[in-house]
């Protein structure tokens, strides 16, 4: 999977949409006073406590230290801990799972999946939302193509997120033993904060893309591939990125 070092505060402040878009996740979610629910990919907390608004149960987990510990800060009535999400185990199953944002960063899909299943309950649910099928297409074809006019396309990461259609994420979750309930797939085109946005974008979520070249590079690539997003991702002085999400529901059979 791509490795990112979390700046928390940026996420915080200037990309607060993950978990705000998330809102709609919990909804189909549903929680219920008492249920046990795990948080997979929590981040720094803000959907966890809104799931445990509801009077359920919740643990937080996250690969991220950074994120954890920003959690653990914010939220410390709600146990967080730092977890791979391809290998990982509670003593006690329970009644769902929910990912926002999460499950695009993993690419070892099948690991993953599978520790979802073995750690709900019968009948139990896995509700989330991930990057779909061309997802944010318009930013990495950029950078790639600023990389490729500067020289540089020897140097372009394979590292990638995984974007997948719902027929390839209905097959790996009914390959599992999973019962597909609700899907969705959608374009959502994302507001940007400021006048950076697009910029603190990259910073944020496509650090993997530079990590064979120096900061300086990355930096001129950077700025590079937002002048040519100017033309198609700018308007009105607001930066949007083109997200385009996945979101399923699947019952453990």
């Not at 709609?24 to 966890?48: K, M, N, R, S, Y």
């Not at 009535?77 to 509670?90: H, M």
């Not at 509700?127 to 140097?155: P, Q, W």
């Amino acid at each position: 999977m791509p490795t990112i070092k979390w700046d928390t505060t940026l996420y915080d402040n200037k990309h607060n949409f993950v978990s705000k878009y998330g809102e709609g996740v919990v909804a189909w979610l549903q929680p219920l006073d008492g249920e046990q629910i795990l948080d997979l990919g929590c981040g720094t907390g803000q959907l966890a406590n809104e799931i445990g608004g509801h009077g359920a149960k919740v643990k937080g987990m996250d690969a991220s230290p950074e994120m954890i510990a920003k959690a653990k800060s914010a939220y410390p009535d709600i146990q967080f801990e730092v977890k791979d999400a391809t290998d990982f185990s509670y003593d006690e199953p329970f009644d769902a799972v929910f990912s926002n944002a999460t499950l695009h960063w993993i690419n070892k899909q099948e690991d993953a999946i599978r520790c979802i299943y073995n750690t709900l309950k019968p009948g139990g649910r896995f509700v989330f939302e991930m990057g779909g099928k061309y997802n944010v297409r318009s930013i990495y074809e950029a950078v790639e193509k600023a990389m490729i006019e500067e020289g540089l396309k020897d140097e372009i990461s394979n590292d990638f997120w995984f974007f997948p259609s719902v027929a390839e994420y209905a097959t790996l979750l009914e390959k599992q033993g999973f019962v597909i309930q609700e899907a969705a797939y959608f374009e959502r085109e994302t507001e940007l904060v400021g006048a950076e946005g697009m910029k603190d974008w990259i910073h944020m979520f496509g650090s993997f893309f530079f990590k064979n070249i120096s900061k300086e590079r990355a930096a001129t690539i950077t700025d590079k591939a937002v002048e040519l997003l100017r033309p198609t991702n700018l308007r009105d002085g607001i930066w949007y990125a083109d997200y385009v999400r996945l979101r399923m529901k699947a019952i453990k059979h």
